[in-house]
């Protein structure tokens, strides 16, 4: 039986699955489009609604392919995409967002990101955010990549406190956040989205952690899943193109880990001991 899966807070109010559904590598071969938009139609059928895309994903065509998932849907999901800081002026920001919306044949994005920090001036990002947070074509912005540093430079900005969310690479192999942008966030009551939880595979394939999945009889992604679940106010969007796969990513939702699995997941994968520098794929 599945239980209900956890949920992630905005500083709103406004909650979300903690697990959610990458989009990153989709739409980058037409011969397997019906196929990803299979998958994705799969995660919202299991309650995973949160979708993650971006304009840079195969130039726009995972947004296309989440438009197609979507369609006649969109009121049952919530909805991410980002733009290029290569984008990300003022005005260019705003024309990004229109793209993106016509891809995605909505006409609004739920959270809207800055993929990561770039050459033009972030206060110029953040008024075109909340010029389209205004317009009612984003429900809410934040960034992705951006350090503890970076995080707060952002807040210090006019408009920068209504940042709601930060994405960053985090999974059992890259736990850097965890010594102090992680804590920053919380303290900040802000989500954080781990992107790559499952390391793009790699974890899948780690000794140490297909060992101890054996002996607790779960597949490795789902004991790699469990572990960001426990985590407060993360949310985890793994990408897959098989509906059987995200059945088994959200059973990873069903997984409570005691103190001592936790405990002996620290032991293959230690916690950070100090400040690391952010790492981005």
Request: overall charge negative; aromatic content about 6%; some cysteine.
């Given at each position: 039986?599945?239980?209900?899966?956890?949920?992630?807070?905005?500083?709103?109010?406004?909650?979300?699955?903690?697990?959610?559904?990458?989009?990153?590598?989709?739409?980058?071969?037409?011969?397997?489009?019906?196929?990803?938009?299979?998958?994705?139609q799969a995660g919202i059928d299991c309650g995973m609604t949160l979708i993650d895309t971006a304009e840079m994903y195969a130039n726009g065509g995972a947004e296309e392919v989440t438009g197609e998932a979507i369609s006649g849907r969109r009121?049952?999901?919530?909805?991410?995409?980002?733009?290029?800081?290569?984008?990300?002026?003022?005005?260019?920001?705003?024309?990004?967002?229109?793209?993106?919306?016509?891809?995605?044949?909505?006409?609004?994005?739920?959270?809207?990101?800055?993929?990561?920090?770039?050459?033009?001036?972030?206060?110029?990002?953040?008024?075109?955010?909340?010029?389209?947070?205004?317009?009612?074509?984003?429900?809410?912005?934040?960034?992705?990549?951006?350090?503890?540093?970076?995080?707060?430079?952002?807040?210090?900005?006019?408009?920068?406190?209504?940042?709601?969310?930060?994405?960053?690479?985090?999974?059992?192999?890259?736990?850097?956040?965890?010594?102090?942008?992680?804590?920053?966030?919380?303290?900040?009551?802000?989500?954080?989205?781990?992107?790559?939880?499952?390391?793009?595979?790699?974890?899948?394939?780690?000794?140490?952690?297909?060992?101890?999945?054996?002996?607790?009889?779960?597949?490795?992604?789902?004991?790699?899943?469990?572990?960001?679940?426990?985590?407060?106010?993360?949310?985890?969007?793994?990408?897959?193109?098989?509906?059987?796969?995200?059945?088994?990513?959200?059973?990873?939702?069903d997984i409570s880990l005691s103190g001592d699995q936790l405990a002996e997941l620290n032991q293959i994968f230690p916690p950070p001991r100090s400040r690391e520098p952010l790492q981005m794929i």
């Amino acid at each position: 039986m599945s239980h209900a899966l956890p949920t992630a807070t905005f500083r709103d109010g406004y909650t979300v699955p903690a697990l959610g559904l990458g989009t990153w590598h989709m739409g980058e071969r037409r011969s397997e489009k019906a196929g990803e938009v299979r998958a994705l139609q799969a995660g919202i059928d299991c309650g995973m609604t949160l979708i993650d895309t971006a304009e840079m994903y195969a130039n726009g065509g995972a947004e296309e392919v989440t438009g197609e998932a979507i369609s006649g849907r969109r009121d049952e999901v919530f909805l991410v995409s980002k733009v290029l800081p290569s984008n990300a002026s003022r005005h260019g920001t705003i024309a990004a967002c229109e793209a993106s919306l016509k891809r995605l044949g909505t006409d609004h994005i739920d959270l809207y990101l800055l993929h990561w920090p770039g050459r033009h001036p972030l206060n110029g990002t953040v008024e075109a955010f909340e010029e389209l947070r205004e317009a009612g074509k984003i429900r809410r912005w934040g960034v992705s990549n951006f350090d503890t540093l970076a995080m707060r430079q952002l807040s210090a900005l006019p408009g920068g406190a209504g940042c709601a969310a930060n994405q960053v690479l985090y999974n059992l192999s890259t736990r850097g956040i965890e010594f102090d942008l992680l804590p920053w966030m919380g303290e900040n009551a802000m989500p954080l989205m781990a992107y790559s939880p499952l390391d793009e595979g790699r974890l899948l394939r780690h000794p140490g952690l297909g060992k101890l999945a054996k002996r607790l009889g779960l597949p490795p992604a789902q004991l790699a899943l469990a572990f960001l679940l426990s985590r407060d106010n993360v949310i985890a969007i793994p990408k897959s193109s098989s509906p059987d796969r995200v059945a088994e990513n959200r059973a990873a939702a069903d997984i409570s880990l005691s103190g001592d699995q936790l405990a002996e997941l620290n032991q293959i994968f230690p916690p950070p001991r100090s400040r690391e520098p952010l790492q981005m794929i």
